[in-house]
């Protein structure tokens, strides 16, 4: 193989344990797996940490991305519309754009999910939460709706 056909190959990304990019919102811990940046923005892989008690976000919609999760440890409720899921670890939930959907871990156990945005649209939601925690601004819901307004997501208010 020639120098020149090396360098037009595509790299291959490795993320090892403990790697990656941390985000901390409040009681949940999201690691950032890959953030769009090496599949030409089509897919982007989250690892987060439910704390027990955790509630989630407001339900929403995303407009232009799909997001699933799947259950490696512990047990998410997730809320569909009016329907809820008990996800137990193994579970997959797969929310096509246009889906009102939350969740939350309402357990005394950690919970741990493993999630993907395609394309990657919302990594830069979390990016966004958290420079408002550093900058001392409180998350209240108005900085959520604003955060996720910029991402192409808004709350499912009919199904508050």
């Given at each position: 193989m020639?120098?020149?056909a090396k360098t037009s190959e595509p790299a291959v990304h490795v993320v090892g344990?403990?790697?990656g990019e941390t985000i901390v919102l409040g009681t949940t811990r999201m690691r950032v797996l890959e953030d769009g940046s090496?599949?030409?923005h089509r897919l982007a892989i989250a690892e987060s940490v439910l704390a027990p008690h955790t509630q989630g976000p407001p339900q929403h919609r995303h407009g232009r991305h799909d997001e699933?999760?799947?259950v490696l440890s512990g047990t998410v409720r997730f809320t569909v519309g009016t329907d809820d899921y008990e996800a137990t670890?193994?579970?997959l939930v797969i929310v096509p754009p246009g889906t009102p959907h939350t969740f939350a871990n309402l357990t005394d156990q950690p919970?741990?999910?493993l999630s993907t945005f395609t394309p990657d649209l919302y990594v830069q939601y979390f990016r966004d939460l958290q420079e408002a925690l550093a900058d001392g601004r409180p998350l209240?819901?108005?900085t959520n709706l604003d955060a996720m307004s910029r991402y192409?997501?808004?709350p499912a208010t009919d199904h508050a």
């Open positions: 020639t120098e020149e344990p403990g790697q090496h599949t030409g699933g999760f799947y670890t193994g579970t919970a741990v999910m209240t819901p108005q192409a997501t808004e």
